[in-house]
């Protein structure tokens, strides 16, 4: 069977990659040197140690460093010489982007106009709101629609998006009620002073009464005279949101009692939406109700997306599948909504038409790509198998990717350390270098060459940009096979789950650590570790261990498995108590009485957007993974299952941290 192909390949691989050594000079301690320097804003530092990196491979990085730490004070003609020195480096593009943005932040548009045309990575959300304003101020081009876009996309409000919404809606191109709309999506994603910056475009005299709408809504929306001016309807829209964070029935009561009548139809909407979506991250059941209140054309993609959810958990395909139907083109054709549209046109009751349709959804999708192509796969009753195994690459294919100057930069700075800096460059090298980025062969064998070094979180996402090949055993290597599969069999733990699970946590990164303190391969807490080393009997450990990629082996599937034993076997029930805490999990199974659901809608309505995406891929690693290890088809519906509340005669152990 190919499965049993790509399983020799990949152990293959796994045994014999080796990472790239290279012996570390003084040269390259030099380099070490200036990294830290310009972390620090020591740019003294950098001037004097920039002379001895001449020659070496990371000269571009030590030069870089050493211009953008004082770029605020550099002229014209110092980073024009620069682009001309390192011209077609990753380094070239990297400063001609600081500098964009600093000549926006200046409005020097002049120079400006005459360095964006040579940026490569376009991929600047506010260099291109600066470019968006620069049009409109000088050449008076009305951009409005995607100013909007971009605008919308931000997480914030941005100097370079906040001005280009200003130009345009000060030239009339904007209206009140598109800065208003900005307003409540940076409410609703918490982001208050972004908030408060936005509404001064449009109110500026409002900051006190902004203020109290965001500290105190209900004293807003329930002590104040209720008012129909366009301001106070606004800002009650965004007391309602505010609310609606801690406590959504309390806003839904004040907008139903005393705001409804008051607000126009658009608003009314969008409170709505934002309370059902507050309600239904807390998996509340008056969250459909909520929604209904409301028609779905008039509610954003988000609000739409949670109402599906709700509707989903509650088994209302038809408000599922009409909450799908009113998301926006870019939004519905996510692999998520096109697979529960095409189930919605799957329920008993539906024409044979709509359930024609239902099939071509999920053929369009389906593939071993990811978790919703695998489960379009199973609902047509098409096996899980592998696709074509790509043709051998080519020894000048090697070639050409061993030569190339940017991903021979990437994994020297990742083999010193510099793991930031050289996946930055790995990914511009192959992907914005040029536009389109590499084509699939290129990436393939860009892929191999990270493989071939051991690079494997490179390995695995260079090889799944690949968009008309899919090569298995790059996307899903086994590294440090033996110790993986010897440790999870002797503990009764699947092996294809603990792969899935690190794919997932580290991408097979040794040194990997997490923002919050996390270690190594499996991502393991030290206070976590410290617990587990007791419970399986591991003495005189210490969190150091951790970076011993076996003892991290040992305590990562020694917690693994009593979280799963502790969820009654429930893969996606112990893959989220792993990322987020047993706690969590055990609250969103429900309360006793409340029916099961199937555990896919179960995990899509996991309120944290980390988990809900986290759940889903370990357990799509997980059934392909389990397929190369055996030889076998897997199902990932059988993995699933379904999950309700927990057996109360079944005792949870509170211990679990």
């Avoid at 030099?30 to 020659?55: E, H, N």
């Avoid at 209900?218 to 800002?235: F, G, W």
């Avoid at 046109?345 to 369009?364: D, H, V």
């Amino acid at each position: 069977m190919q499965f049993k192909m790509i399983l020799t390949l990949i152990g293959a691989a796994g045994l014999a990659a080796a990472p790239m050594l290279h012996a570390q000079s003084t040269a390259d301690n030099v380099v070490l040197d200036m990294q830290q320097a310009f972390k620090r804003g020591d740019s003294a530092r950098l001037t004097a140690l920039l002379p001895q990196t001449q020659g070496h491979l990371l000269e571009p990085w030590a030069a870089y460093w050493a211009l953008r730490a004082r770029l605020d004070s550099a002229s014209a003609d110092e980073v024009n010489a620069f682009f001309t020195q390192y011209r077609g480096s990753y380094q070239e593009d990297r400063l001609r982007n600081d500098w964009l943005l600093l000549l926006g932040q200046r409005r020097d548009w002049s120079r400006f106009a005459q360095v964006a045309p040579d940026f490569r990575m376009n991929d600047d959300r506010e260099v291109r709101c600066y470019t968006l304003a620069m049009e409109n101020i000088l050449a008076k081009v009305d951009l409005a629609s995607e100013v909007k876009a971009q605008w919308y996309a931000a997480k914030d409000a941005g100097d370079g998006c906040t001005l280009a919404a200003q130009s345009h809606f000060d030239a009339g191109q904007l209206s009140e009620a598109d800065v208003w709309r900005k307003a409540r999506l940076l409410v609703e994603a918490r982001q208050l002073d972004a908030a408060r910056q936005v509404v001064a475009i449009v109110a500026p005299g409002a900051s006190a009464a902004l203020n109290d709408a965001l500290k105190k809504p209900e004293t807003v929306l329930i002590k104040r005279p209720v008012s129909n001016q366009r301001l106070n309807q606004e800002l009650a829209v965004l007391a309602l949101i505010r609310w609606a964070d801690s406590t959504p029935d309390s806003a839904a009561q004040a907008l139903e009692e005393r705001w409804s009548k008051h607000l126009s139809h658009a608003q009314r909407a969008w409170a709505w939406g934002a309370i059902g979506k507050l309600a239904a991250q807390k998996l509340s059941d008056s969250a459909l109700p909520y929604f209904q209140h409301a028609s779905p054309e008039a509610m954003s993609d988000e609000h739409l997306a949670w109402r599906t959810r709700a509707a989903l958990r509650q088994h209302q395909w038809h408000d599922a599948l009409e909450s799908i139907k009113a998301m926006s083109p870019d939004a519905a054709s996510d692999p998520t909504w096109v697979y529960w549209r095409a189930r919605a046109l799957l329920q008993p009751g539906q024409s044979q038409a709509e359930q024609t349709q239902a099939r071509q959804l999920l053929q369009g999708i389906a593939s071993v790509r990811g978790f919703y192509p695998l489960l379009a796969l199973e609902e047509l009753g098409q096996p899980i198998t592998p696709p074509p195994t790509p043709a051998p690459l080519s020894a000048q294919e090697k070639d050409r990717a061993q030569a190339n100057p940017g991903l021979q930069r990437a994994l020297k700075a990742i083999t010193l350390g510099l793991r930031s800096e050289g996946v930055r460059e790995w990914n511009y090298t192959t992907n914005l270098h040029a536009p389109g980025g590499m084509n699939d062969r290129e990436l393939l064998a860009a892929a191999d060459l990270a493989c071939q070094n051991a690079v494997w979180d490179r390995c695995i996402n260079t090889s799944e940009r690949t968009r008309n090949i899919i090569d298995l055993a790059q996307r899903f290597p086994m590294p440090y096979r033996q110790a993986v599969i010897e440790r999870s069999r002797s503990i009764s733990l699947d092996p294809a789950y603990v792969y899935g699970l690190i794919r997932q946590e580290s991408r097979f990164i040794t040194d990997a650590r997490s923002g919050v303190g996390a270690s190594g391969l499996m991502q393991v807490m030290p206070a976590t570790a410290r617990w587990t080393a007791k419970k399986i009997g591991l003495s005189n450990f210490t969190p150091q261990q951790l970076n011993d990629r076996d003892t991290n082996i040992t305590i990562g599937t020694g917690y693994l498995k009593l979280v799963l034993d502790d969820f009654a076997g429930s893969m996606p029930l112990a893959a989220a108590a792993y990322n987020a805490g047993p706690g969590r999990p055990r609250v969103w199974r429900g309360q006793p009485g409340a029916p099961s659901v199937e555990a896919a809608i179960w995990a899509e309505n996991i309120p944290f957007t980390e988990t809900r995406d986290y759940v889903k891929k370990v357990l799509a690693n997980t059934t392909i993974y389990a397929a190369m290890i055996t030889g076998q088809t897997q199902s990932l519906k059988a993995r699933l299952g379904h999950i309700g509340p927990a057996d109360i005669s079944t005792p949870e152990n509170r211990d679990l941290p």
